[in-house]
């Protein structure tokens, strides 16, 4: 089955900054990668996703690339804002069952 | 559109217990996953139903089980707990499954004493 990784586990950046999250995935078969953050008290939000077929997308403050040769992903949250601060998790679609693969989280935290 | 919601919230159990959780996708959806959370494993994959039927299914022990109902409302029950299945219990609901987008409802807070 497919296995993802995720670093850091913790990120802390001031207010402004930028910040990027890595995930690494196993089954080169994969073909969509969400990302997701987890305020506390709550469940998931998507956030941004990409398909295989797209090297990157933007929206707004937050950015994905994807680099399907080296099997690996990123997010990139630029001009941090303190209500940025959550976990953060990416996944991966397992191509042989219907569901997503998490990586395990990366709590993010942006000083004011 | 309202989001995905579930119930109850928060649940407290005893072990050997049996405990039903619910879930109601978004309008139109017919697809809703179930995952369990915890801080030790994560995020980890359930079961799916499509159309009430049982499409895929994760590694967990069959005293996990669930169900959907013809208006796409899904329900999943553990029976016999531990104490190690206190965990948040998540569903996402998605149009069709595949790789279309998953959304997530606030989970339900379950813990067996």
């Known amino acids: 089955g497919e296995n993802v990784e995720q670093h850091p586990s913790t990120l802390s950046v001031q207010e402004g900054d930028s910040a990027v999250i890595k995930c690494t995935y196993s089954?080169?078969?994969?073909?969509?990668f969400p990302w997701y953050k987890q305020e506390l008290g709550k469940g998931p939000q998507l956030i941004i996703d990409i398909r295989s077929n797209v090297g990157e997308k933007k929206d707004q403050r937050i950015a994905v690339t994807l680099n399907k040769t080296a099997k690996h992903f990123s997010l990139h949250i630029t001009e941090t804002q303190p209500e940025d601060s959550a976990v953060y998790f990416c996944?991966?679609?397992?191509?042989?069952?219907?569901?997503?693969?998490f990586g395990s989280g990366t709590r993010l935290q942006v000083q004011p | 559109k309202a989001g995905v919601t579930q119930t109850p919230r928060y649940l407290i159990k005893t072990r050997g217990q049996q405990v039903t959780l619910s879930c109601s996708p978004i309008s139109g959806h017919r697809s809703v996953s179930w995952y369990q959370q915890t801080p030790g494993q994560g995020l980890q994959f359930l079961f799916e139903y499509f159309s009430e039927t049982q499409r895929n299914k994760g590694n967990f022990p069959g005293r996990f089980s669930g169900r959907q109902f013809s208006n796409s409302r899904s329900e999943m029950n553990v029976s016999t707990l531990e104490l190690g299945d206190s965990a948040l219990y998540l569903c996402?609901?998605?149009?069709?499954?595949?790789?279309?987008?998953?959304?997530f409802g606030p989970g339900t807070r379950l813990t067996v004493t």
């Open positions: 996402a609901s998605s149009l069709a499954g595949g790789e279309r987008e998953q959304y």
């Open positions: 089954d080169s078969a994969s073909n969509y």
């Open positions: 996944a991966a679609k397992d191509t042989g069952r219907r569901a997503l693969t």
